[in-house]
């Protein structure tokens, strides 16, 4: 992508290393970040590649790895609504609407059932998040 010109941003596993320029390797963890604390490198090699970096600490041990060439204030908003995305598709593959099971091979048909999926997704999507409007308008 970055070879292309494309502005990525991915989410990686916290087993990468950083390269910083001065060849200086680093794992995530061993930052010394606190829970809820970032920390942003403006030119890290991460797998053979020089980029950008935003780490996140998280509870329990965990991080948000980002990497990619978007400016480096903006990469979490932006993976934010690429993860959004994302749990549409992972709802749609799973989760009840399992559309990965279909055995229908004829493209006219799929078509037709991702579009039906869909819809019904973006019924149940609308009515969670209005009965979740109700639940807290009415907490004391």
């Known amino acids: 992508m970055k070879d292309n010109g494309l502005n ?33 490198f403006a030119h890290c090699q991460v797998d053979g590649i020089w980029s950008e970096v935003w780490v996140k600490a998280l509870a329990d041990n965990e991080f948000l790895f ?13 993976y934010a609504k690429r993860w959004t995305s994302e749990k549409g598709f992972q709802n749609l593959k799973g989760r009840g609407f399992n559309l990965e099971a279909t055995h229908l091979r004829c493209r006219h048909k799929l078509r037709k059932l991702v579009a039906l999926v869909s819809l019904a997704y973006a019924c149940c999507l609308s009515v969670g998040l209005l009965a979740d409007q ?6 004391p």
């Open 8 to 40: 990525f941003v991915i989410w990686l596993p916290r087993h990468y290393l950083l390269i910083f320029p001065s060849g200086r390797q680093q794992p995530i963890a061993e930052l010394g970040l606190s829970v809820g604390q970032t920390r942003r």
């Open 66 to 78: 980002l990497f990619g060439n978007v400016g480096l204030p903006y990469r979490d908003q932006l």
């Open 134 to 139: 109700k639940r807290q308008a009415y907490r």
